[in-house]
């Protein structure tokens, strides 16, 4: 358990793994599995702010304090904070 290093890693198109994981990789990742998906629903489409938005709001649920959800989601005035929640 005392290994450090990226959850999430790069593949390329020939398999081999990079050394860290593009964020900016995660809407295109969601908008290819939602369009594989073809859904009869009206639902709007996940992004990663979907992700990050939900995530704060389970982390409110489960009785997190606030500073301490500001920190994880690296927000510095709590007016950011509180437009996710």
Same mark, same amino acid.
């Given at each position: 358990m005392g290994s450090k290093g990226c959850i999430l890693k790069s593949i390329n198109?020939?398999?081999?793994?990079?050394?860290k994981f593009n964020p900016a990789s995660i809407n295109k990742i969601l908008k290819t599995?939602?369009?594989g998906l073809k859904s009869e629903t009206n639902e709007p489409p996940l992004s990663d702010h979907? #992700?990050?938005? !939900?995530?704060? +709001?389970d982390k #409110?649920?489960? !009785?997190?304090? +606030?500073?301490?959800?500001?920190l994880?989601?690296?927000w510095q005035p709590d007016?950011?904070?509180m437009n996710y929640l």
């Open positions: 198109k020939h398999g081999y793994a990079g050394n599995l939602q369009e979907s #992700l990050r938005a !939900g995530a704060t +709001l #409110l649920e489960e !009785g997190e304090p +606030l500073e301490r959800i500001m994880r989601g690296g007016s950011t904070a």
